[in-house]
């Protein structure tokens, strides 16, 4: 064979994390015997999420366009995950992996469209990069419709299935982001109520979540443009920092709790849901006043 021996160890490792995760870390069984599909699974939310459905009996397919980091997670989470590359842009790569998942399972229960990406384009609506405008929705928002589109194809026939999609904030209130990323989140969140309102017939639910920032590779890239200079562990800080919950800072693992309900029975009667995962912070503003003798 011509593998190298730094590639024979570097799958025994994968070997046994994929054990481990397998016979040690079963924390339920809400999935038993579901299929999902993960698009954006290499890294990040997506990852956390396909961790959290496979702990809980699912059959995963990690699709991104990362080939070799994709290909590691799906060694890392073990027997029971899958890679399939993918790049969301293009719609035959979405409707193999679709049916790459129904050869390779039998069957599609969960379409989690999670990959997305951030905008570097100026601040200001006058600078606005229209090109890269374009980029951002085809990936944050063309993709997702075409996960939708291919997904309901085979959940459609079999009148059951959960579609999941990540919003995030952003997509709810202004200034809290870049027009172009703001405005592409707002569409998933409308992608998944115009969506809903057609798959209630035949019994699929289709929901989305809304993050709070996370220091993901996504948001540490966007934080070390902004913030040039400082260290990673001083950006991870200021990202947890940002929130307004004491206590607490929003994780990965928060937003794939949230996915598991979502998907799961437990939320078989929530459907068109926004679920925001923020610590409150899109919930209210607190009400200062200008002291006194600071009055204009
Ligand atoms: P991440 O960078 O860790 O993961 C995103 C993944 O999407 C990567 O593995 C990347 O390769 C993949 N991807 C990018 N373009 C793709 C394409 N064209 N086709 C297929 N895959 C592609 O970032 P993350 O934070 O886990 O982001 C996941 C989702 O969460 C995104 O939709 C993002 O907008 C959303 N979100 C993130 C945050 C945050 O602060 N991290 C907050 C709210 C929402």
């Known amino acids: 064979g011509g593998l190298s021996s730094k590639t024979v160890s570097m799958s025994r490792t994968s070997l046994v994390r994929g054990f481990y995760r397998l016979f040690s870390i079963r924390t339920g069984s809400k999935l038993e015997g579901k299929v999902a599909l993960i698009t954006g699974a290499a890294s990040g939310i997506g990852k956390a999420t396909a961790i959290k459905f496979i702990n809980n009996g699912a059959k995963v397919v990690v699709a991104d366009i990362q080939h070799q980091l ?20 293009k719609e035959s790569d979405i409707s193999n992996a679709v049916d790459f998942t129904i ?23 006058v600078e606005l990069d229209l090109e890269m405008f374009d980029k951002v929705m085809d990936i944050n928002v063309r ?23 990540t919003a995030s904030i952003t997509g709810l209130m202004g200034g809290l982001s870049q027009h172009t990323y703001s405005v592409s989140k707002s569409a998933v969140i409308g992608i998944v109520k ?51 919950f004491e206590g607490a800072y929003c994780e990965p693992r928060d937003v794939a709790n949230a996915a598991l309900y979502l998907v799961s029975d437990d939320a078989k009667y929530v459907n068109g849901h926004n679920l925001v995962v923020d610590g409150g912070f899109t919930s209210f503003k607190s009400l200062s006043f200008p002291a006194p003798d600071e009055l204009k």
Request: net charge neutral; with cysteine; glycine share 8%.
């Open 70 to 89: 994709g290909q590691e997670t799906a060694e890392e989470l073990g027997p029971y995950a899958t890679f399939v590359s993918c790049d969301v842009t």
């Open 103 to 125: 050869s390779k399972h039998k069957q599609l229960d969960i379409m989690h469209c999670n990959a997305g990406v951030p905008c570097k384009t100026p601040p200001s609506i």
């Open 143 to 165: 993709g997702i419709m075409a996960g939708i589109k291919h997904a309901s194809r085979v959940m459609i026939p079999r009148q059951t299935g959960s579609i999941l999609c």
């Open 194 to 244: 115009s969506v809903a309102a057609e798959l209630c017939k035949y019994g699929i639910r289709v929901n989305c979540i809304s993050p709070f920032a996370i220091p993901t590779p996504f948001t540490m890239d966007d934080m070390r443009q902004l913030f040039p200079g400082v260290d990673d562990q001083r950006l991870v800080k200021m990202v947890h920092n940002a929130g307004v």
